[in-house]
């Protein structure tokens, strides 16, 4: 534990100059954390972690072993991103061609779950809560609370703050069977009502 910035670092990482990293947070072995990163509070980078220069991730971040988080990606509070996961930061990479100032955009909102092995093609958004499948291939903007599968990624329900699938009434309301917490779905975008 740094005594200085109080957060914790494995002495195999590395840590370039020019990060902000949260107190609390926790970065395990063989990591690189790349130029003016900055890493919320209470987050848990797990080992073999690459954070690229600039990019921003909120409070209580998990980041499972084996992720690449590439410039030009930004993560809200509260998100997941599991195993070996892949982010893009170029829609059409060529080993001889620089793109270096052609990187898209991604960002992946509040309290988002990225499941194993799954893929974000860059320039495409993930809504706050939504949750992707292990394995599933993104290649469109994701809605908020939206559950994806699959390769190319398809939406096949909606999904809690809580993470368990929701089921709309004919009233097109549902209910968090562990929360309680209730949630209306209108021309297509689910919102939590209470």
């Known amino acids: 534990m740094s005594l200085e910035n109080k957060y914790f670092c ?6 370039d100059e020019g990060c902000t990293i949260g107190e609390g947070s926790k970065i395990w072995h063989f990591c690189h954390i790349m130029k003016n990163s900055i890493i919320g509070k209470n987050c848990n980078i797990g080992q073999n972690v690459v954070i690229s220069p600039e ?3 909120g409070n209580n971040v998990k980041i499972q072993n084996n992720v690449s988080v590439y410039t030009g990606v930004s993560c809200d509070d509260d998100v997941f991103l599991g195993p070996s996961m892949v982010f893009t930061n170029v829609i ?3 080993s001889a061609v620089n793109r270096r100032d052609s990187y898209l955009k991604t960002h992946v909102g509040k309290g988002a779950s990225i499941g194993a092995n799954a893929t974000i093609v860059c320039g495409n958004n993930i809504g706050k809560y939504s949750f992707i499948g292990a394995g599933a291939v993104v290649t469109k903007d994701v809605p908020d609370y939206a559950l ?7 939406q096949i329900g909606w999904i809690s703050e809580y993470g368990h699938r929701l089921e709309f009434d004919n009233n097109f309301i549902a ?3 562990e929360s309680g917490q209730k949630y209306k ?3 297509g975008k689910v ?4």
């Open 92 to 94: 059409n990479p060529r």
């Open 191 to 194: 919102a939590r009502i209470s």
């Open 185 to 187: 779905l209108e021309n």
């Open 148 to 154: 994806l599968v699959g390769n190319p990624a398809r």
């Open 10 to 15: 494995h002495p195999s990482s590395y840590i």
């Open 175 to 177: 209910v968090c069977n």
């Open 55 to 57: 990019v921003i991730l």
